[in-house]
């Protein structure tokens, strides 16, 4: 069963409930007694400083080749956590559309936002894993 959790892009706001949204979605959210899924938290930044605030989703490719998705909110202070993130292979997107919002805020570039060009490719173990992400 192939499971897609997709972010909303036009606006911060409507990513927000987007989420939401997903997180009521079978693999997207809540607790698991799965034991191929885990939680993963870190802290996004882009040339050593936090990313304050946007988009991240693991794309995974699971050892049953499925295709499937987890997407959370990046905090102010550039730290992220999403629970239920299935086991895989997986290449990551992060976004920040509506950045710099404010005086400090850091904006990325757009080829991480795509994770066809977005380079950032981890291996998601079960358990709980911490995966810092430094964009350059």
Known sequence: MTQHCRAIKPGYAAAV???????????CGGTSTKPDQCTVSGTVTYNGDPVTGGI????ITTAKNENVS??????GDGTY??????????TVSVDNPAAPRK???????????DPKTSGLKYEIGAGTQTIDIDLK
Request: proline share 5%; no cysteine; charged share 10%.
């Open 17 to 27: 409930g987007g989420l939401f949204f997903f997180t009521l979605l079978p693999g």
């Open 56 to 59: 991240l989703v693991f794309h």
């Open 70 to 75: 987890a997407t959370t909110l990046i905090k």
């Open 81 to 90: 956590a999403v629970s239920e993130v299935t086991a895989g292979a997986a």
């Open 103 to 113: 005086a400090g805020d850091v904006a990325i570039p757009r080829k991480y936002a």
